[in-house]
């Protein structure tokens, strides 16, 4: 948590102050038969597509760009309880299995 954020928390107001809960999804997969960077991409198109333009979701590629047999992809979501963000993110870690065509070697979670 940066520096300004915790001071702007700290603050004492009128209004209540509803603190936002963060949790964080790596999903480390393995790929087969991509030839070049532009292979790798498709496979992920979905991934980006879908779940980058939800409001409560951020989706990144965080490790391995450069990579043509694995791939690293990372996403955070937002919320107002840890409960609300554990059932987001398992809706996310589903959806992602059924669509992207590669196979997850790993999963790190964790809410913030």
């Given at each position: ?11 004492p ?14 999903l ?6 991509c ?16 779940w ?51 196979a ?6 964790e809410?913030?």
């Open positions: 948590m940066s520096e300004a954020l915790r001071k702007l928390l700290n603050q107001t009128a209004k209540p102050v509803i603190t936002p809960h963060v949790g964080v999804l790596t480390h997969f393995q790929l087969y038969g030839e070049d960077l532009k292979a790798k991409r498709k496979v992920f198109t979905a991934l980006r597509a879908v980058g333009k939800e409001p409560d979701l951020a989706v990144s590629e965080t490790a391995d760009q450069d990579s043509l047999d694995c791939a690293t992809w990372t996403i955070a979501a937002l919320g107002t309880s840890s409960q609300l963000i554990t059932q987001r993110l398992d809706q996310v870690e589903k959806a992602i299995a059924d669509r992207v065509d590669a997850i070697l790993d999963i790190h979670r809410i913030l």
